[in-house]
């Protein structure tokens, strides 16, 4: 399973992005998906997960209210909505398949990741 993300850039506070995640493989549907991000000296931090089906999803409390997350199994492709982004918010972001078909929020649920694309918010 490969993972290739997307979307990434530059935007002023304020603003929004739209992260895509492409997955390899026939299989995508049956599996959970999550984001989750690491800025320059801390450790990952989960940011948000959905089910196979789409139709649970769970966010951090730092982006709730301002990310969303969905899928579309046809296309193999997850999504990261992001709005209203901050400087806290840069990071670079990586998606990741989970073992299971139920979102969680620990990195060691997730067993294929993503490169990873980098976002900076500027003030």
């Known amino acids: 399973v490969q993972l290739q993300a997307s979307g990434g850039g530059l935007v002023q506070a304020g603003g929004s992005l739209r992260l895509s995640c492409t997955a390899s493989g026939r299989t995508f549907s049956s599996y959970a998906m999550g984001w989750f991000r690491q800025a320059p000296g801390k450790e990952r931090e989960f940011v948000a997960c959905i089910s196979a089906s789409g139709g649970t999803t769970r966010y951090a409390d730092s982006v709730k209210g301002r990310f969303t997350i969905s899928r579309d199994n046809a296309k193999n492709t997850v999504y990261l909505q992001k709005n209203n982004l901050k400087p806290e918010d840069t990071a670079v972001y990586s998606c990741?398949?989970?073992?299971?078909?139920?979102?969680?929020?620990?990195?060691?649920?997730?067993?294929?990741w993503g490169q990873g694309t980098q976002v900076t918010v500027s003030s």
């Open positions: 990741a398949r989970g073992r299971s078909s139920w979102p969680r929020d620990a990195p060691y649920e997730y067993d294929y």
